[in-house]
């Protein structure tokens, strides 16, 4: 087995050659929002017994980092739903060789939580937001109500978080028509922005989502009518990509799944609420973990070697189609 000692850095290399240091924790499949394009207006949930306890995520999150993770996205799902989340946040961020821990949030929650979360260590957080029209996010929502995660972004600025960055998925015929409002309102608040093509993840019935598709390409056009884009060497690994905007400390980034694949470059997996480890966005494939740290609490050494094993079958890349659902799990399940 791998070494893990302290003096020899551990690290997952896959048999692709990629290092992979990023992991997606999610926290729960559950929000408090239904937005069109990541959820059926009719969900169901996973019954609580079959979620990981804080214990189990903690338990599984050190292993991943003694395996050679940098940096954690806690995620879901909408994470800050998650009763005691603050407790999760402060044992992660105390892991030592841990670099960053950050969270993707909807923002509702944010005005309440932004101080605790800077308090218990959380380094950064991306809050989603698809549109700047009251009625328009409640349409794609469900039932969200805009001012909340307006307040949330404040908040969040507030208290300090440094590099804040907005996630905006853009349908075409949509919200396509705000792609321009919506990085000059991250521009005016000092923001990054990152514009995500819609995967097709899951069956939905709000659209057919080969008629929602819009291309990274089209939208730069679209920005590029009104700000001067530069070239940014900042990558996360994975589908993304920045440019940043001329005269302003704003960064543009544009997550391209399926028009652009960089899978070769990808330098993630995820854990889903129930700890199925996978090992690529746009893949059935899963290994439970969960089983694991159920029937061996506290066995570090097995957890990690089940994880090494596990990196040995991270598929090359992934095919979308958006004309056909492949992957029956929705992105709440699978955790963004
Ligand atoms: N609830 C949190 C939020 O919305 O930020 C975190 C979880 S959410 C699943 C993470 C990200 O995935 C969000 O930015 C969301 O817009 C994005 N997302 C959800 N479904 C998607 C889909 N089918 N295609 C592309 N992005 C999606
Ligand atoms: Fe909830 Fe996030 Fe999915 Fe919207 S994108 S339904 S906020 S998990």
Redesign the pocket.
């Known amino acids: 087995m791998e070494s893990t000692s302290l003096s020899q850095p551990a690290s997952l290399i896959d048999p692709f050659g990629r290092s992979v240091n990023y992991l997606r924790l999610s926290v729960t499949d559950r ?1 408090n929002l239904r ?1 069109t ?2 959820m059926a207006e009719e969900m169901t949930f996973l019954p609580k017994q079959q979620i990981l306890s804080l214990e189990e995520l903690r338990d599984a999150a050190t292993a991943f980092v003694e395996l050679g993770i940098r940096k954690i996205r806690l ?5 800050l739903i998650r009763r005691d989340i603050l407790k999760l946040v402060s044992s992660l961020a105390a892991l030592p060789g841990l670099d960053e821990l950050t969270m ?3 923002g509702v929650y944010l005005p309440s939580m932004a101080q605790p979360l800077k308090d218990a260590g959380m380094s950064r957080l ?3 937001i ?1 549109s700047l029209k009251i009625e328009r996010f409640k349409q794609l929502t469900r039932v969200g109500d805009l001012s909340q995660v307006l307040d949330g972004i404040h908040a969040a600025n507030v208290v300090g978080f440094n590099k804040i960055k907005l ?1 905006a ?1 853009i349908l075409a015929g949509f919200n396509d028509d705000e792609v321009i409002d919506l990085a000059s309102f991250a521009v005016d608040n000092g923001l990054d922005i990152s514009f ?4 097709p ?1 899951g069956e939905i019935s709000s659209h057919k989502r080969a008629a929602t598709q819009i291309t990274s390409a089209q939208i730069r056009d679209q920005l590029e009518s009104k700000f001067t884009l530069l070239d940014s060497t900042e990558t996360t690994g994975g589908p993304s990509r920045y440019r940043q905007v001329a005269n302003s400390d704003s960064k543009i980034g544009f997550i391209s799944p399926m028009s652009n694949n960089f899978c070769e470059s990808c330098n993630r997996v995820r854990m889903t609420a129930e700890g199925r480890l996978l090992l690529c966005l746009g893949n059935e494939h899963s290994l439970d973990l969960r089983e694991i740290l159920r029937s061996h609490p506290g066995d570090s050494e097995r957890l990690k070697s089940k994880i090494i094993q596990a990196i040995a079958d991270k598929p090359e890349r992934h095919y979308f189609d958006p004309d056909q659902v492949d992957i029956v799990r929705f ?2 399940m699978t955790g ?1």
């Open positions: 929000c937005c394009y990541c995620t879901g799902g909408e994470p993707t949030t909807n991306n809050i989603s698809d996630n998925v995500i093509e819609e995967m993840l992105m709440n963004g």
